[in-house]
């Protein structure tokens, strides 16, 4: 049985962590397509979360709705904690034997509402939540990943680029702290071709979860 126990982590649980336009949906996206095709049982997941409360900080995002950056923490935490311990959550998901892959987790928070409301917050309100088994941050270049965002329709109110210039040294500084506390973080070059990132997301999957996905 999976335990959320923060001092532990949840091998079976994969996080894809980076900035905006750094390209963790399409790979999760493309990971999956893998998976699927070699009958292998999985869950993709997201955060924000479809729930009503993901849905809320979705709108905010979008600047739909005005809130305070100390609200926007909490709210993320809240849409996390019920992402992880609801009854199709995360650990059930986990207990049943599956594999879990999520798009964006607690490295997100840490860098994003980090620089909008401080540290501290952030770090306590995700102090209880477990480390995933393994997080692959998608490390690109700011400006290269703005270039893709600009493509979009319709833009978030963090997909600016001196925004992105500061999530991004806050990831770096993070994932530091994170592996000297024990977490297993992989860097991928997110700025090279998808081709090249999909062959290094497979290996490096397959390698931590001992399966083969070339």
């Given amino acids: 049985m999976q335990v959320a126990d923060t001092h532990s ?23 999956a397509e893998t998976l699927t095709r070699r ?12 729930r009503p409360e993901g849905q809320l900080i979705r709108r905010i995002l979008k600047g739909e709705i005005d809130a305070d950056p100390g609200t926007v923490a909490y709210l993320f935490a809240t849409d996390r904690h019920q992402h992880l311990h609801g009854s199709k959550g995360i650990l059930s998901a986990l207990e049943k034997g599956s594999l879990v892959f999520c798009d964006r987790y607690i490295l997100s928070s840490l860098a994003y509402q980090g620089i909008t409301c401080g540290e501290e917050l952030p770090k306590l309100l995700n102090s209880p939540f477990p480390r995933p088994g393994l997080t692959i941050y998608f490390r690109i270049d700011p400006e290269q990943s703005m270039e893709r965002v600009l493509r979009r329709e319709n833009l978030e109110i963090y997909e600016k680029l001196h925004m992105q210039q500061l999530v991004s040294t806050a990831y770096d500084r993070i994932i530091e702290e994170k592996r000297a506390d024990g977490w297993k973080i992989t860097v991928v070059e997110a700025g090279l071709s ?12 397959g390698s931590h979860l001992g399966i083969n996905l070339d």
């Avoid at 894809?16 to 790979?27: K, L, R, V």
């Fill in 9 to 31: 982590s949840l091998k079976n649980f994969v996080v894809f962590e980076g900035i905006d336009g750094s390209g963790t949906t399409t790979q999760l996206a493309k990971l």
């Fill in 39 to 50: 009958g292998i049982d999985f869950e993709t997941t997201a955060e924000p979360t479809l």
């Fill in 194 to 205: 998808i081709e090249e990132v999909i062959s290094q997301v497979q290996r490096i999957v």
